[in-house]
């Protein structure tokens, strides 16, 4: 199993790799799960300042691996599992303080699509294709499909990728704004690394906060967004890097930050 999901540390940047090529990198709930502890650790451990979430073998993920994911006996309850499965999956992402990057090669299909716009950010190769693949097989889109697609791009596009469940294109999906950036295949890692080596070098509370704030801000009204931001900035002036910005700043010299 170990091998399935592969992990390394380099320079506060922890990679998580679906590794199972031979199926576009489907993802099993053995799989699921480990990819959520991951992030639920990364966001305790002091050493992990930025996460890369991407796939091997030329793909990103295709999917739930629905063969895996069945049993001899049905589930109890098909809104349990969604809840436990793919639910929590993304939000492992979206709650984890540190910034997710999600480096996009290949397919990323159903809640393989999700995983990637659950991340903070998005860097595609010239070769992924995005697929709402749920109404094929007369699905409704679950890993908080509807509330990503339409925070991202709105409700009619939104619909219209879950209708029709066709493939997005990444240069389509760059002007959709599901991805901030298109690179050639073989720059994807590299690009990825710069990303994320510049946030792992970033004030990683102040992040964290900034996270929070933006991820939060669809659902606030103005006043309670604006009493969140009030509370942030109390909460981030007591942090290190925070005084140390504001020294570097009067003493004019680049900050180092610390993550703390």
Same mark, same amino acid.
């Given at each position: ?5 592969? $992990? ?8 998580? %790799?679906?590794?199972?090529? #031979? ?7 053995? &799989? =699921? ?6 992030? %639920?650790n990364a966001g305790d451990d002091a050493a992990v300042r930025c996460v890369v979430i991407t796939g091997s073998g030329g793909s990103f993920c295709s999917g739930a691996d629905l063969r895996a994911s069945r049993t001899d006996q049905p589930p109890v309850s098909?809104? &349990?599992?969604? =809840? ?52 094929? =097989? ?17 409700? &009619? ?33 590299? /690009?990825?690394?710069?990303?994320? /080596? ?5 004030? %990683?509370? %102040? ?19 604006? #009493?969140?931001?009030?509370?942030? &900035? ?9 005084? $140390?910005g504001v020294r570097s700043f009067v003493e004019r010299r680049e900050p180092n930050f610390k993550g703390r």
């Open positions: 199993m170990s091998e399935e999901v592969l $992990e390394r540390l380099d320079d506060g940047v922890l990679w998580i %790799t679906l590794n199972r090529p #031979d199926v576009k990198n489907a993802i099993s709930p053995d &799989q =699921r799960n480990r990819v959520i502890d991951l992030l %639920t098909v809104a &349990q599992t969604i =809840r436990e499965g793919a639910q929590r999956l993304v939000s492992s992402i979206m709650d984890c303080p540190k910034p997710v990057i999600a480096a996009v090669d290949g397919v990323a299909a159903g809640i393989g699509a999700h995983i990637a716009l659950a991340c903070d950010l998005v860097i595609a190769s010239d070769e992924a294709r995005f697929i709402e693949v749920f109404m094929r =097989r007369a699905l409704v889109p679950d890993g908080g499909g509807a509330y990503l697609l339409i925070r991202l791009i709105g409700p &009619q596009r939104a619909k219209e990728l879950v209708f029709f469940g066709d493939g997005v294109s990444a240069s389509d999906a760059e002007k959709l704004g599901l991805v901030n950036r298109v690179v050639p295949s073989g720059e994807l890692e590299s /690009t990825a690394s710069e990303w994320a /080596t510049r946030l792992a070098r970033g004030p %990683t509370a %102040t992040l964290a906060l900034a996270k929070k704030l933006l991820n939060a801000a669809h659902d606030l009204g103005r006043r309670a967004a604006f #009493d969140e931001e009030a509370l942030a &900035q109390e909460q981030n002036m007591n942090t290190e890097d925070a005084q $140390e």
